[in-house]
């Protein structure tokens, strides 16, 4: 089993950035791909960024590509979001979670997920 905790949140303007952190508590934190999930205003959480075990691959949404990039630390339990350029339609609860599986783009397949935090970019 493992526990997530998501931070970083917070407001921003458009074309700034934020880094989001992700820990994991357990011991078996390399055994899980991670991945980052947000979840708009009235819309439906949708997948942004995944992370394979050893951190040696990624899968990225389109609406991430060239802006935002994951990376992991084992050795820390960590998970991080780097957000670049950030646009007013990022604005959402960014969550964190994790699969024992490898279907990576896939919200149900996912064991684990955090509480979220908050990111608003205004225009």
């Known amino acids: 089993q493992v526990q997530l905790v998501e931070s970083g949140g917070g407001l921003v303007q458009a074309g700034g950035s934020l880094r989001l952190s992700c820990a994991a508590s357990?011991?078996?934190?390399?055994?899980?791909?991670i991945g980052w999930f947000r979840r708009a205003p009235g819309k439906e959480r949708e997948f942004v960024e995944g992370?394979?075990?050893?951190?040696?691959?990624?899968y990225v949404a389109d609406s991430a590509k060239g802006r935002f990039t994951i990376s992991r630390d084992n050795a820390k339990n960590m998970v991080y979001l780097q957000m670049n350029r950030l646009k007013p339609e990022d604005t959402a609860v960014y969550y964190c979670?994790?699969?024992?599986?490898?279907?990576?783009?896939?919200?149900?397949?996912?064991?684990?997920w955090g509480q979220g935090t908050q990111v608003t970019v205004s225009s």
């Open positions: 979670a994790a699969t024992l599986g490898a279907a990576v783009t896939i919200e149900r397949l996912y064991d684990y």
């Open positions: 357990g011991r078996t934190f390399s055994s899980y791909v």
């Open positions: 992370i394979s075990r050893s951190g040696g691959t990624t």
